[in-house]
């Protein structure tokens, strides 16, 4: 296939795809050379089609007529873009895990992730993107809830632990999602784990 039709497609699924959608030069490494990839990348970019996040890093931005202006990307999606893209296991961690299970309303300046790769910080917008080195096994042989839930009940720490952030969690959660975090978190500190049962049983 010529290397322009390469582009054209390229091009196609971008525009296929929904608004506010991340792309890596990765995602279509098994439809065009890199090169190809990255010169159509930038040929959307200067079309407004694409929108440079981070190196590497592209979404399609979804225009908010109301406010008249590109809506800000989703800094948990970001987060998870760049964990796939360098191959790290995250969940999200401290306050971030918080407000993404609803125990806390104020959204972060900084998101805050367990990561199995190197420590890193990424500025996004007015965010802040920081990834802690964290053991491999809490993350990886964890289901996604799981290990967030982990780390949200270490955030309120073992004396702040509430009624209310416990019959929270248990309404949040399925009963797969406390049948597979009782599994899973047999390991977690006592106190964790404590925590977890009377989540499970309520």
């Known amino acids: 296939m010529p290397r322009t039709l390469y582009a054209k497609d ?3 699924c971008i525009a296929e795809s929904d608004y506010g959608q991340l792309f890596t030069y990765s995602d279509f490494a098994d439809l065009a050379p890199n090169a190809t990839i990255r010169k159509a990348f930038s040929r959307l970019e200067k079309q407004g089609v694409l929108r440079r996040i981070l190196r590497g890093i592209y979404d399609k931005p979804r225009y908010v007529e109301r406010i008249k202006q590109y809506a800000a990307p989703d800094p948990d999606r970001v987060a998870h873009k760049l964990a796939s893209k360098y ?9 971030t895990a ?14 805050e992730y367990a990561s ?10 007015s965010y802040e993107l920081k990834f802690s080195r964290s053991a491999n096994r809490e993350l990886s042989a964890l289901s996604p809830t799981t290990a967030m839930v982990i780390q949200a009940i270490r955030a309120l720490g073992e004396n702040d632990v509430k009624e209310a952030d416990i019959d929270h969690l248990s309404r949040r ?5 406390k049948d597979l ?7 977690a500190a006592v106190w964790v784990y404590d925590v977890i049962k009377r989540v499970s049983n309520r």
Do not use: C, H
């Open 10 to 12: 390229i091009e196609q």
């Open 181 to 187: 975090l009782l599994s899973e978190s047999k390991r």
């Open 116 to 125: 199995d790769g190197p420590y890193r910080s990424y500025a996004l917008g």
């Open 87 to 95: 191959g790290w296991a995250i969940t999200p961690s401290g306050a």
């Open 173 to 177: 959660l399925t009963a797969q999602d």
């Open 98 to 111: 918080l407000n993404l299970l609803g125990l806390s309303t104020q959204v972060p300046n900084v998101f």
